[in-house]
C-alpha cells in the first residue's frame, strides 16, 4: 500500500456532516492529487456503490469504494471526524472515513486495496493509532504500514501458526478448524471476518485457516487441509461454494458478522461440537445450517437470507424463461402482423407450406414461436429447481412444469412445480448414502425419485387447486375495466419505476410475461402496462437532461443521451446511475411517470403481444397512437417533477444564484455546472 496514500490525502478534521458530503471533501483531495479525473463522475460511482449496500463497519469505520473509469491510479483517502458519520454501521456513526478508488477494470487492484485495509481494522491498536494521529503525514505513514509490523496474518487457504506457549509448542497436535468467511459484496466483511478468526485462534492455540470467498473468486482450501481438520466454520452471508468439501466435518454455520464479533465463542463452539462428535449433513443446496449451535446473529438473519435465497431462486428462473417468451413472442406478434390473428389456427406448415404465399410465412413464423413458446413455463419450473439444488434438480423441475402446462395450471402451477422440485431434491440430498452410491445418485437416483414425487404433488395434490386458481387470475384481468383497471396500472408502473430492473420491477415483468403463456385481453394490456411504465425513467432522465443540462454532472448528461436509446428499448436500468446519484429525487419522480403511463396504457385498452422491444414492436400493439401518449405523457410529468425537485434544492443550497454542488450535501463546496 506504499504508493496509495500520502499526506495529502489525509484530513484529521473531517467537517462533513454526510457521508456523500464526506465522499466529496476526501475525493476532492484525489483531484488535487491527480488521481481522479472528473469529481462529479466519480462521486456518481461512488454513490451507486453505495446504494448497492452501505460501506459502513462496526467500530466507527466507514469504507465508500469504487471502480471508475474516472480513477487513473488506485488511491486511498483518509478522514477523521470529530462529530460521526451515519454510514450505516449498526453501532453507530464512523469517525475513520477510508475512500477507497480503483481504476475501472483494476479488480485485483481494488480487492487488494480493500482486503488489505479490512484485516488492518480488526486491530485494535491501529485503528488506536489513527484516532490518536495528529501529523498528516505520520498518519499516511501509519496507514501505509510504515510501523513495527505486527504478527502476519494468514493469507486465503493458509494455516495459522499457534504463538509460543501453545500445545503446538508443548509437542501436542493443536486443534484444527477450517473456515470459509463470505458477504454478498465479497469485500470488506469478508476479509474482516477471516481476520478475526485468525488472531482468535492464535489467542486460542488453535490451528486456522480460512478461504475468503470474495468478489475476486477465491483460492480452494487444500483438500489435504479440510481432510486433517477437526471442525468447519461458516461465517457468511451468501451461499458457500463447493460446500461438499466440507462434508463429515463438525459444522458451526453463523452469519458473517458473528464471525467478526465473535470469532472467541465460535471456536469454542465447535470444539463442543467436535467432542460430542456432531457432524453436520452438507448438500450442495444446502447450507448444512445446524439450529442448535446457538447463534443468536444468525437467527435474526435467517429469515433474511432465506428472503434473499428464495428471490435469487425465482429470479434464476424468470431469467432463463425470458428468451423463450421473447423470441416466442416476438415471432407470433409478426405472424400477426403478417397475416392475421387468424394465423393461428392454420394448418401445420409442416404438410401445408406454399413458399410464394404471405399466409404461409405467417404461419411459419407463428407456429415456430408458439413452439418457442411451449417451454415458457417448464424452462421457468427447471431452472427454479436448478437454482435451489442445482443439476440433479434440472429433469424433476422440467417435468413439474410441463405437469402444469397439462393440468391447466399454467405460470403460477410453474413456479410451485419449480420450488416443489428444489426442494424434495434438497431433502433427498440430505440422506446419507454409502460412498458406492454417491456417483450415480444425481444422474440416476435423484432424478427417478423426486420427478416420481414432483409429478404425484403436481397430478394429485396441488395441481387443479392452482388451476383454478389460475383460472380465477384469468377471469379476474379479463374482466377489469374503468377504475380498476387504472389502479393495476398504476401499481405495475409503480413497481416497474421503484428498482428499475430490481425485484419489484423484475416481478411485475413476469407476472405480465406469464400471461403471455395463455394470452387473454386482459394479461396482453397487462403487458402493455408493463412496458410502457419501464420505458419512462429513462427517456425520462434523457428529457430532463436535454431542457434542464445545468442541473447534470457532465457525466450523467452523457448518461442521458444513451437514455434515449436505452428507454426507447425498453430498457429501464438506463436510468439506474441517476437514481444511484439521487435517489430522493429521481425515485420518486420517474414512479410518478411511470404511474401516470401505466394507468393510461389500461384505460386506453392497448394490448400487446411482443414481451420486449420497446419503441420497436409499436406496429404490433393495439391502440398504439393512444399507447405513445401514455409513454409520453408519463415521461413528461417524471421530467417536471425531477427538474422541479433538483431546481428547489439547488435554490436552497445557494438562494444566491451561484452556482450549487449537486448532490452534495454540503454548501461550503461549489460546484462547476
Known amino acids: 500500500m506504499s504508493e496509495l496514500i500520502t499526506?495529502?490525502?489525509?484530513?484529521?478534521?473531517?467537517?462533513?456532516?454526510?457521508?456523500?458530503?464526506?465522499?466529496?471533501?476526501?475525493?476532492?483531495?484525489?483531484?488535487?492529487a491527480h488521481r481522479v479525473t472528473d469529481l462529479d463522475g466519480f462521486l456518481a460511482d461512488v454513490a451507486a456503490r453505495e446504494a448497492q449496500m452501505p460501506t459502513g463497519l462496526d467500530g466507527g469505520i466507514g469504507i465508500p469504494h469504487c471502480r471508475s473509469e474516472h480513477v487513473n491510479a488506485p488511491t486511498l483517502a483518509f478522514g477523521r471526524s470529530a462529530a460521526g458519520i451515519d454510514f450505516g454501521a449498526a453501532d453507530g456513526p464512523a469517525d475513520l472515513v477510508f475512500l477507497i478508488a480503483a481504476p475501472a477494470g483494476a479488480d485485483d487492484d481494488h480487492l487488494t486495496i480493500l482486503s488489505g485495509l479490512a484485516r488492518r481494522l480488526m486491530d485494535p491498536e491501529f485503528t488506536a493509532a489513527l484516532r490518536a494521529g495528529r501529523d498528516p503525514a505520520a498518519v499516511a505513514a501509519l496507514i501505509r504500514g510504515e510501523e513495527p509490523a505486527e504478527e502476519p496474518a494468514a493469507e486465503e487457504g493458509t494455516a495459522l501458526e499457534p504463538e509460543t506457549g501453545t500445545a503446538e509448542a508443548a509437542g501436542s497436535v493443536p486443534f484444527r478448524i477450517v473456515a470459509v468467511t463470505s458477504c454478498p459484496t465479497g469485500i470488506a466483511h469478508t476479509y474482516m471476518a477471516a481476520e478475526s478468526l485468525a488472531a482468535a485462534g492464535r489467542a486460542?492455540?488453535?490451528?486456522?485457516?480460512?478461504e475468503t470467498q470474495g468478489s475476486g473468486g477465491f483460492k480452494k482450501l487444500d483438500p489435504a487441509v479440510i481432510a486433517a481438520a477437526d471442525a468447519?466454520?461458516?461465517?457468511?452471508?451468501?451461499?458457500?461454494?463447493?460446500?461438499?468439501?466440507?462434508?463429515?466435518?463438525?459444522?458451526?454455520?453463523?452469519?458473517?458478522k458473528a464471525g467478526i464479533n465473535r470469532p472467541a465463542e465460535l471456536i469454542a463452539e465447535a470444539r463442543r461440537k467436535a467432542e460430542r462428535g456432531e457432524i453436520a449433513a452438507v448438500s450442495e443446496a444446502d447450507g448444512g445450517k445446524d439450529s442448535g449451535d446457538g447463534d443468536a446473529d444468525r437467527s435474526g438473519a435467517d429469515h433474511a437470507h432465506f428472503g434473499v435465497r428464495l428471490r435469487t431462486y425465482l429470479m434464476s428462473g424468470v431469467s432463463y424463461m425470458v428468451p423463450f417468451v421473447a423470441a416466442g413472442g416476438?415471432?407470433?406478434?409478426?405472424?400477426?402482423?403478417?397475416?392475421?390473428?387468424?394465423?393461428?389456427?392454420?394448418?401445420?406448415?409442416?404438410?401445408?407450406?406454399?413458399?410464394?404465399?404471405a399466409d404461409s410465412w405467417a404461419a411459419l413464423l407463428n407456429q415456430i414461436g408458439s413452439a418457442a413458446f411451449a417451454f415458457l413455463v417448464p424452462v421457468l419450473a427447471g431452472y427454479i429447481a436448478y437454482g435451489m439444488a442445482d443439476r440433479p434438480a434440472l429433469v424433476p423441475g422440467f417435468v413439474g412444469g410441463s405437469i402444469a402446462l397439462t393440468v391447466n395450471a399454467g405460470f403460477l402451477?410453474?413456479?410451485?412445480?419449480?420450488?416443489?422440485?428444489?426442494?424434495?431434491?434438497?431433502?433427498?440430498?440430505?440422506?446419507?448414502?454409502?460412498?458406492?452410491?454417491?456417483?450415480?445418485?444425481?444422474?440416476?437416483?435423484?432424478?427417478?425419485?423426486?420427478?416420481?414425487?414432483?409429478?404425484?404433488?403436481?397430478f394429485i395434490v396441488?395441481?387443479?387447486?392452482?388451476?383454478?386458481?389460475?383460472?380465477?387470475?384469468?377471469?379476474?384481468?379479463?374482466?377489469?375495466?374503468?377504475?380498476?383497471?387504472?389502479?393495476?396500472?398504476?401499481?405495475?408502473?409503480?413497481?416497474?419505476?421503484?428498482?428499475?430492473?430490481?425485484?419489484?420491477?423484475?416481478?411485475?415483468?413476469?407476472?405480465?410475461?406469464?400471461?403471455?403463456?395463455?394470452?387473454?385481453?386482459?394479461?396482453?394490456?397487462?403487458?402493455a402496462a408493463v412496458m410502457a411504465a419501464g420505458m419512462v425513467p429513462p427517456l425520462a432522465m434523457a428529457l430532463a437532461t436535454t431542457v434542464r443540462k445545468k442541473l447534470f454532472t457532465k457525466t450523467e448528461r452523457e448518461n442521458g443521451r444513451a437514455a434515449w436509446v436505452l428507454g426507447a428499448s425498453f430498457i429501464t436500468e438506463g436510468a439506474i446511475p441517476f437514481a444511484a446519484a439521487?435517489?430522493?429525487?429521481?425515485?420518486?419522480?420517474?414512479?410518478?411517470?411511470?404511474?401516470?403511463?401505466?394507468?393510461?396504457?389500461?384505460?386506453?385498452?392497448?394490448?400487446?403481444?411482443?414481451?420486449?422491444?420497446?419503441?420497436?414492436?409499436?406496429?404490433?400493439?393495439?391502440?398504439?397512437?393512444?399507447?405513445?401518449?401514455?409513454?409520453?405523457a408519463g415521461t413528461l410529468v417524471a421530467t417536471a417533477l425531477v427538474v422541479l425537485l433538483k431546481g428547489a434544492r439547488r435554490a436552497a443550497q445557494d438562494p444566491a444564484g451561484a452556482a450549487g454542488a449537486s448532490g452534495s450535501g454540503d454548501p461550503r463546496v461549489p460546484v462547476v455546472a
Not at 204 to 210: A, I, L, W
Not at 330 to 355: M, N, P, Q
Not at 463 to 469: F, R, V
Open 330 to 357: 416476438l415471432l407470433i406478434a409478426l405472424s400477426f402482423a403478417i397475416g392475421g390473428y387468424e394465423t393461428a389456427s392454420a394448418k401445420s406448415v409442416a404438410d401445408h407450406f406454399v413458399w410464394g404465399e
Open 7 to 32: 499526506a495529502e490525502l489525509v484530513d484529521l478534521d473531517l467537517s462533513a456532516a454526510t457521508k456523500d458530503a464526506a465522499a466529496r471533501s476526501l475525493a476532492e483531495r484525489m483531484v488535487a
Open 232 to 256: 468447519v466454520i461458516w461465517a457468511h452471508d451468501v451461499e458457500v461454494r463447493e460446500r461438499t468439501r466440507f462434508r463429515g466435518k463438525p459444522l458451526v454455520d453463523v452469519g458473517v
Open 413 to 458: 402451477g410453474g413456479l410451485v412445480a419449480g420450488l416443489l422440485a428444489g426442494a424434495v431434491v434438497m431433502a433427498i440430498q440430505r440422506v446419507p448414502v454409502h460412498a458406492t452410491l454417491r456417483g450415480i445418485m444425481p444422474v440416476l437416483v435423484i432424478p427417478l425419485i423426486a420427478s416420481a414425487v414432483v409429478g404425484f404433488l403436481m
Open 582 to 632: 439521487d435517489p430522493l429525487r429521481v425515485i420518486p419522480s420517474v414512479m410518478a411517470g411511470g404511474a401516470v403511463t401505466g394507468a393510461l396504457s389500461m384505460a386506453f385498452g392497448a394490448t400487446l403481444r411482443a414481451p420486449h422491444g420497446g419503441v420497436f414492436v409499436v406496429p404490433l400493439i393495439g391502440e398504439p397512437f393512444l399507447y405513445l401518449l401514455a409513454i409520453a
Open 204 to 210: 486460542e492455540g488453535v490451528e486456522v485457516t480460512v
Open 462 to 527: 396441488v395441481g387443479k387447486p392452482i388451476a383454478s386458481l389460475q383460472n380465477a387470475l384469468t377471469d379476474w384481468l379479463n374482466g377489469l375495466s374503468g377504475s380498476n383497471a387504472v389502479i393495476l396500472g398504476v401499481v405495475l408502473g409503480l413497481m416497474m419505476c421503484f428498482d428499475m430492473g430490481g425485484p419489484l420491477n423484475k416481478v411485475a415483468y413476469a407476472f405480465a410475461v406469464g400471461g403471455l403463456a395463455d394470452p387473454t385481453d386482459g394479461s396482453l394490456k397487462v403487458m
